[in-house]
């Protein structure tokens, strides 16, 4: 029988505060119940309020007791064998989903209708928008919000996060397009439609630094909607002299003549800076 919110939520929270209990059949069954609603959609590990983005900490604490209860056993995917705690998402024919071999979605993940996933990486946890394209090699990490109609670019890394609970994880919100080879990881947030160039790093405390104005601006941890950003550095200086550090640059905005499904290249040719 499935159990309601309120009793899911108070039995993962009571194990994880006494993992004594984790053994126990109902924590067992609430912990199954949550993965399962994760996997499904109908739950999300962070969500936007109309305000902000909030953290459900208690489903990070659900995933965490899962990985606690579960034994290593071999999972084939056609040829290729792996061993591993979480099985693998599977029966993706009626999910409106395209997946890429080797694509690799953990069970736990959601993928929404019409996303691609070509041969890159869905870890538990995690949740991606409608129409999003995963491209080669990319990585989504544990407990990653993204959203609807984003293009993450080829070798994209973005983080997870599990611990501690109520930690925020990596958010790129609707329409935003990650330039290749690009690293977001620390809970940054994108805001929607945000350009990515390549290579940009963003880390918690990565300085973002809008130069669109006659002062440069500072910032970390948000890149603003519809920003454009490119990778660049700044003096900083140490004992043994001053060197340049990694910084981000917001060099413009998106214009209304860019739409959600522009090319990186676009984007930056409207700035002088396509290749």
Known sequence: MALDVTTLELLVRSAFADRER???????????QVIDTLDRGEARVAEFTGN??????WLQQAILLYFALREAAPIEAGMLTYWDKIPLKHAWRKTGVRVVP????RYGS???????LMPAFVNIGARVGEGTMIDTWATV???AQIGAGVHLSGGVGIGGVLEPPSARPVIVEDGAFIGSRCVIVEGVLVEREAVLGAGVILTASTPIVDVRGSKPVTSRGRIPKRAVVIPGTQPKPYPAGTY?????????????????????????????LGQ
């Open 244 to 272: 340049s550090t990694p910084c981000a640059l917001i060099i413009g905005e998106r214009s209304d003549s860019t739409d959600r499904k522009t090319s990186l290249n676009a984007a930056l040719r409207e700035h002088g």
């Open 22 to 32: 984790i053994n126990h059949a109902d924590v067992r069954e609430a912990v199954e």
């Open 141 to 143: 990490g544990s407990c």
């Open 102 to 105: 080797p694509g690799t979605a």
């Open 52 to 57: 902000s983005w909030i953290v459900h900490d």
């Open 110 to 116: 959601y993928l929404a209708p019409g996303v691609i």
